[in-house]
């Protein structure tokens, strides 16, 4: 009998509710492993978890048998759950509701590998909301302002 065999490639992208920045450096990593550690535990493959304080991306190769959905809520809800309970912060945190969900080829692997690598550099010179609308745009992903998350000012 003949199997499946498949492998793609997302990239997901969340903040952290209010877009706080929270997520500060003595922890994130930590946070971030477990990310990674999450994924695994899904039978799924992390490439890269980083982000800055106010957000992360997560590239994974995900098997079909695994909802996009599925996934995302499962690394948000158990990271947030790890957060709190390791106490890295003082009162109760969460991710805001929604994220982006972005597919790459086999062939883009190390170009998105090393955008994830490079975030703080890269959010020197570009706002995450920049950086969000590139993104639906470059995907050309309808969106309505109103609706993405809420932006600080």
Do not use: C
Request: proline letters at 2%; aromatic letters at 16%; glycine letters at 6%.
């Amino acid at each position: 009998m003949a199997g499946t065999f498949s492998q793609i490639y997302i990239q997901y992208v969340f903040a952290v509710k209010g877009r706080e920045n929270l997520l500060q450096k003595p922890w994130r990593d930590e946070v971030f492993k477990y990310m990674a550690g999450i994924i695994k535990g899904k039978n799924q493959k992390p490439i890269i978890v980083n982000g800055v304080a106010d957000h992360v991306h997560v590239f994974v190769g995900l098997k079909p048998a695994m909802s996009i959905s599925d996934l995302v809520r499962d690394i948000k809800n158990n990271s947030s759950n790890f957060i709190n309970e390791q106490k890295f912060i003082k009162r109760k945190f969460s991710w805001q509701e929604g994220y982006g969900a972005f597919s790459y080829a086999h062939s883009q692997i190390e170009n998105v590998y090393q955008y994830i690598a490079n975030q703080e550099e890269h959010h020197r010179k570009k706002t995450f909301k920049e950086e969000y609308i590139d993104f639906l745009q470059k995907f050309e992903i309808e969106y309505n302002e109103k609706y993405l998350f809420e932006w600080l000012n």
